[in-house]
Nanobody
Framework: QVQLRESGGGLVQPGGSLRLSCAAS????????MGWYRRAPGKERELVAT???????NYAESVKGRCTLSGDGAKNTVDLRMNSLQPEDTGVYYC??????????WGQGIQVTVSS
């Protein structure tokens, strides 16, 4: 089993930046992939960005060029850096890990609010 703990959310003004961090109870390097998803108010949960075991990243079109996802094997964390945040980026952000055996684990989620 994998426990995931998100941190770094909060209130940010439009145009601002934020860094979300996901701490895993197991080595991030041992996962098939890890990533961030979000659920905006009244919408389904959607992918934000993922990083595979080989380092390849995948970003949603809505965040390309504004987000950077990186993993730190020494700290067992996966960080999502977001720039030029807009109100439509508001939502609950979830960390997800996928093991090589196909098991999915989710964090509790953390609120990000973009508002002036």
């Amino acid at each position: 089993q994998v426990q995931l703990r998100e941190s770094g959310g909060g209130l940010v003004q439009p145009g601002g930046s934020l860094r979300l961090s996901c701490a895993a109870s197991r080595s991030v390097g041992s996962m098939y992939s890890m990533g961030w998803y979000r659920r905006a108010p009244g919408k389904e949960r959607e992918l934000v960005a993922t990083i595979a075991n080989d380092g390849r990243t995948n970003y949603a079109e809505s965040v390309k060029g504004r987000c950077t996802l990186s993993g730190d094997g020494a700290k067992n964390t996966v960080d999502l850096r977001m720039n030029s945040l807009q109100p439509e980026d508001t939502g609950v952000y979830y960390c997800k890990s996928v093991t090589w055996s196909g098991e999915n684990y989710w964090g509790q989620g953390i609120q990000v609010t973009v508002s002036s």
